[in-house]
């Protein structure tokens, strides 16, 4: 039987830790999909492509508010989950939980990019 050998790896991958994922999150979440929703609208000139009826609604009135609102729920849910980490961290698959809504997210934002490119 021929005998295998192991193999060592250059690069060595870490899994994020919590505090790292809750802040992708935030990032994900509060920052990029408000930056790119704002640079959508802008981009088209109207707020009709917005799915959300709330957030289209304060795009036709008041875009800044999208800012404030969206801004405030991203820090108030990082606050409260890493409150939570010790409860969060005893769910299983609560990392893949964290993965999936960052990509959920990131999903979001290459959307609105693509209205911005689309409107090019």
């Known amino acids: 039987m021929p005998r295998f050998a192991t193999r060592e790896w250059p690069v060595r991958l870490e899994t994020p830790g919590y505090v790292e994922l809750v802040l992708s999150l935030v990032i994900v ?16 000139g109207s707020a009709a492509a917005e799915i959300n009826p709330w957030i289209r609604t304060l795009l036709t009135h008041e875009p800044l508010l999208v800012i404030v609102l969206k801004g405030a729920v991203a820090l108030y849910v990082g606050v409260v989950l890493v409150a939570c980490r010790d409860v969060v961290e005893t769910v299983p698959g609560w990392r893949l939980w964290f993965l999936s809504l960052i990509a959920a997210g990131t999903v979001v934002v290459i959307q609105n990019l693509a209205v911005v490119a689309a409107t090019l």
């Open 29 to 44: 979440w509060g920052f990029a999909d408000t930056l790119s929703t704002v640079v959508a609208m802008t981009a088209t």
